[in-house]
């Protein structure tokens, strides 16, 4: 991770993560959709400030692996599509 925005969203990911990870097995979903909508500014300061589709190969694949991380802990709770 080289931008501060993605090493940010990583950090509250896992967080995120460890919330939700405590939260499913009672289906505390107010507790699961607090901690989610926690992620919201670090996406918008992601998406604002990281080139995804970047030319080098490995910083592209880091970055595509992190936002299926987020959308993996999205969907353990609800398919949202």
Same mark, same amino acid.
């Given at each position: 991770?080289?931008?501060?925005?993605?090493?940010?969203?990583?950090?509250?990911?896992?967080?995120?993560?460890?919330?939700?990870?405590?939260? *499913?097995?009672?289906? #505390?979903?107010?507790?699961?959709?607090?901690? /989610? =909508?926690? !992620?919201?500014?670090?996406?918008?300061? &992601?998406?604002?400030?990281?080139? *995804?589709?970047?030319? #080098?190969?490995?910083?592209?694949?880091?970055? /595509? =692996?992190? !936002?299926?991380?987020?959308?993996?802990? &999205?969907?353990?709770?609800?398919?949202?599509?």
């Amino acid at each position: 991770l080289a931008e501060e925005a993605e090493k940010a969203l990583y950090v509250e990911l896992k967080a995120a993560q460890k919330e939700v990870d405590i939260a *499913v097995p009672s289906q #505390d979903y107010t507790r699961i959709l607090t901690a /989610l =909508a926690t !992620l919201r500014n670090v996406i918008d300061n &992601f998406f604002d400030n990281v080139m *995804v589709m970047a030319d #080098d190969e490995a910083v592209k694949n880091n970055r /595509l =692996a992190l !936002l299926s991380l987020l959308r993996q802990l &999205f969907l353990s709770t609800a398919d949202i599509s």
